[in-house]
């Protein structure tokens, strides 16, 4: 939509809406614009920049994300990722067993080392009622692909 402020033969000032910036020559050539106040036809646009109203939805953008993670995201992720890297390369993968060997180290029954593997919900329980201690790492986007 586009305002403009118009003004009649007589001096008459009055503001109306056209649907975009052609509309206003087509009616006032067709002889549709007529002054509000005295029924003139001879009407001139006033000289001013017309305000325009963008279409709705334009005025609050849509939280949207596509492709990579911001700089933030970015950061944290590399940060969990080094973090990972190094516990795999600093530690023995004992997969399933990690249960069992976490809580042997633990107990002093095998030699304390960092391992690292997986368990079921039922095993970290076991392990954290028992003072095991572990860590769980946290999972990457790509890990959940
Ligand atoms: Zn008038």
């Not at 095993?123 to 028992?130: P, S, V, Y």
Request: charged share 30%.
């Amino acid at each position: 939509m586009i305002k403009y402020r118009l003004s009649c033969s007589a001096g008459h000032e009055f503001e109306s809406w056209f649907r975009a910036i052609g509309d206003y020559d087509k009616q006032w050539q067709s002889g549709l614009i007529l002054c509000p106040i005295c029924g003139s036809k001879e009407i001139t646009k006033m000289p001013m920049a017309p305000a325009v109203v963008k279409g709705r939805g334009s005025e609050t953008p849509l939280p949207l994300s596509v492709g990579r993670g911001n700089e933030a995201e970015e950061s944290v992720l590399g940060k969990l990722r080094a973090f990972q890297q190094s516990v795999i390369e600093n530690s023995e993968d004992v997969g399933s067993r990690f249960a069992d060997e976490a809580r042997k180290i633990h107990f002093g029954e095998a030699e304390e080392r960092r391992i690292r593997g997986n368990s079921t919900a039922e095993e970290a329980k076991e392990m954290l009622e028992d003072g095991v201690p572990f860590g769980i790492l946290p999972p990457l986007p790509e890990d959940l692909n």
